[in-house]
């Protein structure tokens, strides 16, 4: 008998990172769901790349720190394809800063973001988990939610809350065979750190003991591993991808 072909969620996945992942998946036969709140463009050109290659893939533009946003996405993925069996939490944005600088509606952004839209997904795509005694979470969060980052506040303790909620949830979903973790980046090289000038990215690469920022692929290629049976005793982890620099 075929097996059911297996589909994995990607939130955020329009570039950088979230795109490594998606097209990571995808060549490891998933069908690839992917979404992004704003950048329509740039959602359709990480599709037609996966369309290139063949991948069974869907787009969808929803706003993931919504949680109506959410049950639309829930809804058109299973229409498509049935129950997301892999779910890579991967949405975020950042916000450099001093932290007395920051109005309410700001931090509040930054927290629906990065960890509403980790609780939103994760409650939506559980229950078929449950329902069928499989299934993996993927949370991308940073090392900053670790140790934290001056000038962002904020963003650490959104990540810090993936953490602990990945911890959690690993310890709650067990029993259902259900395996939850986290992978925590260093400094990736993607848009996210454009900001930075060509001398700051050097001093930055030199607090790296690998010398060097890490690439979205090497990123993607984790979160397949994470997903595989490989990895099947593996859960409630905080991997930290980050070049040797914590």
């Known amino acids: 008998?075929?097996?059911?072909?297996?589909?994995?969620?990607?939130?955020?996945?329009?570039?950088?990172?979230?795109?490594?992942?998606?097209?990571?998946?995808?060549?490891?036969?998933?069908?690839?769901?992917?979404?992004?709140?704003?950048?329509?463009?740039?959602?359709?050109?990480?599709?037609?790349?996966?369309?290139?290659?063949?991948?069974?893939?869907?787009?969808?533009?929803?706003?993931?720190?919504?949680?109506e946003g959410c049950k639309l996405l829930f809804a058109k993925i299973e229409e498509t394809f049935g129950m997301v069996d892999v779910l890579v939490n991967n949405a975020g944005i950042s916000h450099i800063g001093l932290f007395t600088d920051m109005t309410p509606a700001e931090w509040n952004h930054v927290l629906d973001v990065n960890l509403g839209s980790v609780l939103n997904?994760?409650?939506?795509?559980?229950?078929?988990?449950?329902?069928?005694?499989?299934?993996?979470?993927?949370?991308?969060?940073?090392?900053?939610?670790?140790?934290?980052?001056s000038c962002e506040a904020v963003y650490s303790a959104s990540k810090g809350g993936i953490n602990a909620f990945t911890k959690a949830m690993a310890k709650e979903l067990g029993p259902s065979h259900i395996r939850v973790n986290a992978i925590s980046c260093g400094v990736i090289d993607t848009e996210m750190n454009a900001c930075f000038s060509e001398e700051e990215r050097q001093a930055l690469a030199d607090e790296i003991p690998l010398m060097r920022f890490g690439q979205p692929e090497e990123v993607a290629e984790l979160a397949v591993f994470l997903a595989d049976q490989k990895a099947s005793f593996l859960t409630g982890k905080i991997i930290t991808l980050d070049g040797g620099m914590l």
Request: net charge negative; with cysteine; hydrophobic share 45%.
């Open 121 to 149: 997904c994760t409650h939506l795509a559980v229950p078929a988990m449950v329902s069928e005694k499989d299934g993996v979470i993927l949370n991308i969060s940073s090392m900053w939610g670790e140790v934290g980052a």
């Open 1 to 67: 008998m075929e097996l059911k072909k297996k589909t994995v969620l990607v939130t955020g996945s329009s570039r950088g990172i979230g795109r490594a992942i998606a097209l990571a998946f995808g060549r490891a036969g998933y069908n690839v769901a992917l979404n992004a709140s704003k950048s329509a463009a740039q959602l359709e050109e990480t599709k037609s790349l996966l369309e290139s290659e063949a991948i069974p893939v869907l787009a969808v533009l929803a706003d993931v720190s919504d949680y």
